[in-house]
Structures are given as C-alpha cells and as structure tokens.
C-alpha cells in the first residue's frame, strides 16, 4: 500500500468552499500590501507616523501640574499638526515621557482644514516653516499654560531661533493673536463649501 493511499495519512481536507480557497489566496498578498504601506508612510512621514496621539488633554494637564510655569523645560519634537501647534514628549520628574500638544503662544496659523485653496496654501507654508524650525533642534519651552482646547500653551525656543512665534510672524507664515475673535483666512471671493 503505498503512502497515500493509507486511510490514516494527514491530508489537509478543504471544505470546498470557493471563498476559503480564494481568501486563502489573498493572504500573502495582504501581507505583502501591508508592508509595503509601512515602508511607503515611513519613508514620507519618518517614524512619526507610529506614535498615537491619545489622552491629549490628561497628559497636558499633568504636565502643567508637574512642571514650573516658568520653568524652561526641552522637549523632543515629534511633528508639526499644523502651523502653530506640535506633538512633543515632555521628560517629568518621575521619569514618565507624555506626549502632548504644545500650541506656540501669540500667534494664529491658517488652518490645513481650509476654507479655500489660498488658506490651504498658506497653512501647508506655515506647517513646512514649523517643521523646518523645530527641526533645528534642542527645542524648549516656556511660560507654560492651558489653553480652552487642553493644549500646552508655551513659549518655544530652539537651538538658533530665541522665539519661533517671532520668527513664524517675521517670515509672514502666521499673525499675530492673543485671544478673542479671529478673521478667516480666505478672500471673501470663492470659498470650498459655496
């Protein structure tokens, strides 16, 4: 009696099913999909893309309550949301690392959910010069604060830039803005929701 004609061999029996053998079928294909999705994000977004931005508003209120208002305290960046506010980890005492929102005190960014093609172009401006400047490294900040979104609000200074509120006004990437009622940013012609 040859092997396979044995009545007790193992033989992987298939149900006959014509989606298991298809879906079977797509499995590496997923994978391989998958991978190819992580290589393509890392290599547009860095790693940055890996970190969750949860607990925003748990994590900034611990910060503020463990950190001196007026002290200087570094950072590590993480990324530009947009023109006037980062994701940045915040060292505490005790040796824990949030992750927290960190808006730039003084200053309104367009905003990258625009109204209009110009506001989106200038928004996308604004994020690239924040990027660009707090990718000069050693980024601190100061003057800590809640803001009414349960965001850090700070003074943020880097290794070359003293002010980068400052700087951001000085390229004419953002205005200036201390609370209270803000204009859009787009030209009261054509809008994207009219």
């Not at 309550?65 to 005790?94: C, K, S, W």
Request: charged share 25%.
């Amino acid at each position: 009696m040859r092997f396979q004609d044995r009545p007790n061999s193992y033989r992987p029996q298939f149900s006959g099913s014509p989606f298991g053998r298809r879906f079977s079928g797509l499995l590496p294909w997923m994978f391989v999909v998958g991978i190819a999705l992580a290589i393509v994000l890392t290599f547009r977004h860095g790693t940055h893309w890996l970190v969750r931005d949860t607990d925003r508003n748990g994590d900034a209120e611990i910060v503020l309550q463990q950190t001196g208002h007026a002290d200087v305290r570094p950072v590590e960046f993480i990324r530009a949301i947009d023109g006037d506010t980062f994701l940045a980890r915040v060292r505490l005492h005790e040796g824990r690392v949030p992750v927290v929102r960190i808006r730039l005190r003084g200053i309104d960014a367009p905003e990258l959910k625009a109204s209009c093609q110009e506001e989106l172009d200038k928004a996308e401006a604004a994020a690239r010069a924040l990027r660009d400047l707090l990718g000069q490294g050693g980024v601190t900040i100061s003057n800590l604060a809640p803001d009414k979104y349960g965001r850090v609000l700070a003074d943020v200074a880097t290794r070359r830039t003293a002010n980068v509120s400052a700087a951001l006004l000085a390229g004419g990437f953002v205005r200036s803005y201390n609370g209270g009622h803000r204009d859009g940013w787009c030209a009261r012609g054509w809008r994207f929701w009219q």
